[in-house]
């Protein structure tokens, strides 16, 4: 009879997000799968309802209820004092394959950065924008969409563009895209079209903006950054650099004024392009978030942004805004340049526009701020020999382990025991002088920093 599968991530097998209602009726149809499917053979033991409510952040009285309910339909057996346990596997023919991601290995803790809180997506909000646009757009706005993105869209992002960020943008200067990485690669397009052949990016740098620049068939050329960000005195022979400078990822240092100044005066020198990736620069939790450097030098710096850490990855919107002196050559390079269904850049520019961006934004940044001390404090009670830095903005930080701790066996190690980790060295040209890992906190549930942090301290 097999044991209690400890290693099941309860939360993700038995995924209980959805729309409100009877939340003990979908965590019962998630059991119920699961025993269909064989995911949960006979003899299974299901974790304590204390236990699994922790785990799916729910009431244990909804885990008794689901329980009671399949134990009533014949597909659980409870005895008292023992594990509720399967009690019913399906036939040969009846059973289906498990779905994907029950198969794939799912981290119990995730410590990789990238994605925001997927729980605090405005569900109720984004369906109401969704609903007044559907039902006040004239049926002309349902033909084909139109090039560079909606003109609302464009006129709300440049309007919150220059409010929250201080950048230079006309409506017209703006194109909506899917996000950074389909942006970068459009701009570098044209780029090649001027004739460039290389663009600098920072290193370490995210794999995705090097992929961006490599999928225009150009050269990715590394440069180096240190504590006050890019190193501007070694873009050499470049005409084009992709710069993070309101939090540099992966380190968090945010560009330092002198070379904010520096990287102008090199862009106007070689009358080259900074390419400004803002990707979560509305992030600042100790002081307010600096201006863009494209609001000091819009001829030549194009500034790319998304929802992709403020609201979802999953919804496909960013931005980017061109000096204009680039625009021919970006529409030539990119002639067919699709956009983002226009139905939800109509929802987008009504979120913006009513104030439920803001009022997103000014929430979720309480809540990581909260959570970032919490990880802080974790850190430094259970890793008093590391350090962290980069703390200050966005929803990851570095963690300095310090001695010589093999981060490459740590992170197996790591996801072995279901912590997923990520090397600092994952995203750099050569390896650092110090070993370091990267933790991203946006998307962990704040119960999960006390354990992930033991864990990982467990390890090293
Ligand atoms: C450095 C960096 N830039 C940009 C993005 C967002 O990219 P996109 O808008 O293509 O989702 C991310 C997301 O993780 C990022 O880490």
Redesign the pocket.
């Known amino acids: 009879m097999p044991e209690s599968q400890t290693n099941l991530s309860w939360d993700v097998l038995l995924d209980l997000s959805g729309p409100a209602g009877a939340r003990h009726e979908r965590l019962a149809g998630a059991l119920r799968s699961a025993v269909r499917d064989g995911v949960l053979p006979v003899g299974t033991a299901l974790p304590p309802s204390r236990k699994l409510a922790t785990d799916l952040g729910c009431s244990r009285w909804l885990v008794t209820q689901a329980y009671g309910q399949l134990v009533a339909e014949g597909y659980l057996e409870a005895r008292t004092g023992a594990a509720t346990r399967v009690s019913w596997s399906p036939g040969r023919d009846e059973r289906r394959p498990p779905a994907a991601r029950v198969a794939a290995p799912v981290p119990r803790y995730d410590l990789a ?3 925001p809180d997927l729980r605090a997506f405005p569900r109720r909000r984004w369906a109401d924008a969704l609903r007044d646009v559907l039902t006040t757009m004239p049926h002309t706005e349902f033909g084909v969409p139109p090039l560079g993105g909606h003109p609302r869209l464009r006129a709300v992002v440049a309007e919150y563009l220059r409010r929250c960020r201080g950048a230079s943008a006309a409506p017209r200067d703006v194109t909506i895209c ?7 690669t459009r701009v570098c397009r044209a780029l090649a079209a001027r004739g460039v052949t290389a663009v600098a990016v920072e290193d370490p ?2 794999g ?2 090097r992929q ?1 620049v490599a999928a225009a068939g150009l050269t990715v050329v590394p440069v180096p950054v240190d504590e006050d960000g890019v190193r501007v005195d070694l873009l050499g022979g470049t005409r084009a650099v992709v710069v ?1 400078p309101a939090h540099q ?2 380190t968090g240092t945010v560009l330092a004024p002198a070379r904010r100044a520096a990287l102008v005066a090199w862009a106007r020198d070689v009358d080259g392009l900074v390419l400004e ?1 803002d ?2 620069a509305e992030f600042r939790y100790d002081r307010r978030p600096v201006g863009t450097v494209q609001g000091m030098a819009p001829a030549h710096v194009a500034l ?6 403020t609201l979802s ?1 999953a919804l ?1 919107i ?1 931005w980017h805004v061109l000096p204009p002196a680039w625009t021919e050559s970006y529409q030539a390079a990119n002639p067919a340049a699709a956009t983002p269904s226009v139905v939800d850049q109509l929802a987008l520019a009504a979120f913006i526009d009513q104030g439920g961006y803001d009022r997103h934004l000014r929430a979720v940044r309480l809540r990581y701020r909260s959570r970032r001390d919490a990880l802080v404090a974790a850190l430094a009670t259970h890793l008093p020999d590391s350090r962290t830095t980069g703390v200050a903005a966005g929803l990851h930080l570095l963690l300095h382990l310090g001695g010589a701790v093999d981060t490459g066996a740590l992170v197996r190690r790591a996801a072995a025991e279901g912590l997923r980790l990520v090397d600092l060295a994952a995203y750099r040209s050569t390896p650092p002088e110090e070993p370091a890992l990267v933790l991203g906190y946006g998307n962990l549930a704040d119960n999960a920093v006390l354990p992930a942090v033991a864990l990982l301290a467990s390890l090293l």
Not at 178 to 184: L, P, S
Request: net charge negative.
């Open positions: 950065p990238g994605v899917a996000g950074v990485t389909e942006g970068v740098s995210w995705r903006t961006a993070t990822f992966p990736d990707y979560d790319f942004g998304s929802v992709s850490k990855p496909g960013g």
